[in-house]
C-alpha cells in the first residue's frame, strides 16, 4: 500500500503563507482519494481539503478561499497551498488516502502520514 511522508510544517506569522507537501511512495497518488487533515491540542481531527483520484477537489469552509489542494502525479506527491494563514490553523497535518471513500472526514482513511506541525503565531 502507499506510504506517506509529509513536510513544509513550521511557524509562521499570521497572514503569512506555506506549503505542505506529502511525497507518497510505492503506489502513485492518481491510485488513491487522498485528503489533508489537522489536529489542534484538545480538539477532534478534521478535514481541510481532499482530491479523488480523478483529481475533484473539495476544501472546509473554514479554510475556503484560503487553502488549496493539488497534486502532481509525475513528482507522486500532495500539497496543500495555505495562504492568509491565521492563529486557528496552528495544528499538526496530516495527510491520509485511500482507495474507496472520498470525504472530508477522517473516519475511513486507510493509510496515514506522521504529521508536520504548524504554528501561527
Known amino acids: 500500500h502507499v506510504q506517506l511522508v509529509e513536510s513544509g510544517g513550521g511557524l509562521v506569522q499570521p497572514g503569512g503563507s506555506l506549503r505542505l507537501s506529502c511525497a507518497a511512495s510505492?503506489?502513485?497518488?492518481?491510485?488513491?482519494?487522498m485528503g489533508w487533515f489537522r489536529q489542534a491540542p484538545g480538539k477532534e481531527r478534521e478535514g481541510v481539503a481532499s482530491?479523488?483520484?480523478?483529481?475533484?477537489?473539495t476544501v472546509a469552509d473554514s479554510v475556503k478561499g484560503r487553502f488549496a489542494i493539488s497534486r502532481d502525479i509525475a513528482k507522486n506527491t500532495l500539497y496543500l497551498q495555505m495562504n492568509s494563514l491565521k492563529p486557528e490553523d496552528t495544528a499538526m497535518y496530516y495527510c491520509?488516502?485511500?482507495?474507496?471513500?472520498?470525504?472530508?472526514?477522517?473516519?475511513?482513511?486507510?493509510?496515514w502520514g506522521q504529521g508536520t506541525q504548524v504554528t501561527v503565531s
Open positions: 510505492r503506489e502513485s497518488v492518481s491510485s488513491y482519494h
Open positions: 491520509a488516502a485511500d482507495r474507496r471513500r472520498w470525504a472530508l472526514t477522517p473516519s475511513g482513511y486507510d493509510y
Open positions: 482530491i479523488a483520484n480523478v483529481g475533484l477537489t
